[in-house]
């Protein structure tokens, strides 16, 4: 095993890549993880526990999923950003359906419009009610598209990245505030993992939350990073990512045919300093797939 975790560790650094893994098998409780504790800047990966607090709140009789909900658009431009993050007119949609959005396409003026209702303070509350504080929730997504990269033209973005690359401090402070770890919403792949085997299997979450949120994550329509070694026709993936700047993650659960059922957490940073960069992705999914394959051994 010890070969096999030195190896996946060269594989990332050759790749360009750090990163925290963690795969737990949530029947036996088995895994296997790389630097499963290290903290980061969790970028979109913040709208699942916004589901489960907001869920909570439903299930409480707190909040109505029917209420209709006036949301201003987003009117971003940039490329990235997508659903009503890009409308130019306001729209009226239930509080049932922005959790679609914000979950499933990861939609980020409607996590916002999830988050005027339950704040960010809120949100954290929530998961320490629920047993769950390895994550912290401190600032809306908006923040999330206010970074250098916005200020560049498209053929400069580069730019940004090299910043976000070499202006990290050694206790992982930073000059750009989302990625700096005392300021920005932030958790582990041990804390996420964690988050979701309380959805596949909980305790402390309520059921019928647990159930929603499966449902939303199994809907996840950006399926570029983890899902192609994890879904196929004897397999369901279902999962959350986050990205920003040289941020990639991506957290989920596998379940297959035979029964077995894996929580995946892949949290990675990279130094090379371009925005579109497939090979990480495919480098991410290899890691990950290959402790789930290691852990089925066991």
């Known amino acids: 095993m010890t070969r096999i975790l030195r190896e996946l560790r060269e594989a990332l650094d050759d790749g360009g ?3 925290s893994f963690l795969v737990r098998d949530l029947d036996t409780g088995d895994e296997l993880g790389l630097d499963p504790d290290l903290e980061f800047p969790i970028a979109s990966l ?3 526990p916004l ?3 907001t869920l909570e709140r439903v299930a409480r009789g707190e909040l109505d999923p029917a209420t209709p909900i006036v949301v201003e658009p987003g009117r971003i431009a940039t490329p990235g950003p ?7 007119h306001p729209a009226t949609i239930a509080l049932d359906d922005l959790l679609y959005l914000s979950i499933a396409i990861s939609d980020g ?3 916002d419009a999830l988050f005027a209702l339950t704040p960010p303070t809120d949100v954290a509350a929530e998961m320490r009610r629920l047993g769950h504080d390895g994550i912290a929730v401190r600032h809306l997504t908006e923040d999330l598209v206010q970074t250098p990269a916005e200020r560049f033209e498209p053929e400069e973005v580069h730019l940004a990245h090299a910043l976000a690359i070499t202006a990290v401090t050694a206790g992982r402070g930073h000059l750009v505030a989302q990625l700096d770890v005392s300021r ?3 958790g582990t792949a041990r804390a996420f993992v964690d988050l979701v085997q309380g959805v596949w299997r909980p305790t402390t979450i309520t059921p019928s939350v647990a159930a929603r949120v499966r449902e939303l994550m199994g809907a996840n329509v950006l399926r570029q990073r983890l899902a192609p070694d994890f879904a196929s026709d004897a397999s369901r993936w279902s999962s959350k990512t986050g990205t920003l700047l040289n941020l990639r993650h991506e957290v989920g659960v596998v379940e297959h045919a035979d029964g077995q059922t894996f929580a995946v957490a892949a949290l990675t940073e990279s130094r090379v300093p371009a925005v579109a960069q497939p ?3 495919a480098l991410m999914a290899q890691v990950a797939r290959s402790l789930r394959d290691e852990l089925r051994t066991f």
Do not use: M, Q
């Not at 997508?82 to 130019?88: C, D, E, Y």
């Open 17 to 19: 890549l750090r990163g």
């Open 46 to 48: 913040v709208k699942v």
């Open 51 to 53: 589901a489960i607090a």
């Open 82 to 88: 997508t659903g009503l993050s890009r409308f130019r």
């Open 109 to 111: 003026t409607a996590t």
């Open 184 to 186: 920005a919403n932030t």
């Open 279 to 281: 090979g990480a992705e």
